[in-house]
């Protein structure tokens, strides 16, 4: 049973584009909403983390958008660039971290 | 740099090998996790430490033998693996765990494990 439903798979964008990616939970428990990018040979590193109360986060370039009402919410990362190409999770916190399949970003030069 | 540090980045054993991974934080958190990770997936919980105490295990079989020696240091004992036990094994840290809130969880590169 998959908790955190993630898409797409894999993205491939032109630098300077806002890639998107949509996740969707069931458990209403959650009680916060991480991300973790991840560089090939490296561990995964948290990004930034929403709490469901709040509809929109921004760290730099990386903006959740949250929707409570919907149960889901998405990763844009703005002004795109080719470091940024990494496997991106979202993830539920129930204590433990419910991670979504992950989303393969490409950013093309 | 990470702060959680694993030791060895590769390891490759055999299948009737006894091997051990490290796992290493001094950012004085309370509990401590392993993951194990193939290529392609997210990361999937092993086990949980919390106060050097065994809090989960998410039915891992036991030729995976989970050790805390102290609240800095985690071990993986390894016996008798399996092929299908080949993948990347995460370890990972945070202030505390079951205390409500969002403990952010701070991971290491990992160890790549390769079955013969």
């Known amino acids: 049973q998959q908790q955190v439903k993630q898409s797409p798979q894999s993205l491939i964008v032109q630098k300077g584009g806002i890639p998107i990616i949509n996740c969707a939970y069931e458990?209403?428990?959650?009680?916060?909403f991480p991300w973790y990018q991840q560089f090939p040979g490296k561990g995964p590193a948290l990004l930034i983390a929403i709490r469901p109360d709040v509809s929109e986060k921004k760290e730099g370039r990386f903006t959740i958008s949250f929707n409570k009402s919907a149960k889901q919410f998405s990763l844009h990362i703005m002004d795109s660039q080719p470091g940024d190409s990494a496997t991106y999770f979202c993830a539920a916190n129930d204590d433990k971290i419910i991670f979504g399949k992950g989303t393969r970003l490409h950013i093309l030069p | 740099d990470t702060e959680v540090t694993q030791t060895p980045k590769h390891l490759v054993m055999g299948m009737t090998n006894k091997k051990s991974l490290k796992c290493e934080q001094h950012?004085?958190?309370?509990?401590m996790y392993w993951y194990k990770q193939k290529a392609k997936k997210p990361p999937e919980l092993m086990f949980v430490?919390?106060?050097?105490?065994?809090?989960i295990n998410e039915s891992v079989p036991s030729r995976f033998s989970p050790e805390c020696p102290n609240s800095s240091l985690l071990n993986l004992h390894l016996h008798a693996l399996q092929p299908e036990d080949s993948a990347l094994y995460l370890c990972?840290?945070?202030?505390?765990f079951g205390t409500g809130g969002f403990q952010p969880q701070h991971f290491g590169d990992g160890t790549r494990l390769s079955i013969l």
């Open positions: 430490y919390s106060y050097e105490k065994l809090s």
């Open positions: 950012m004085g958190h309370r509990a």
């Open positions: 990972a840290s945070s202030r505390g």
């Open positions: 458990n209403t428990a959650f009680d916060y």
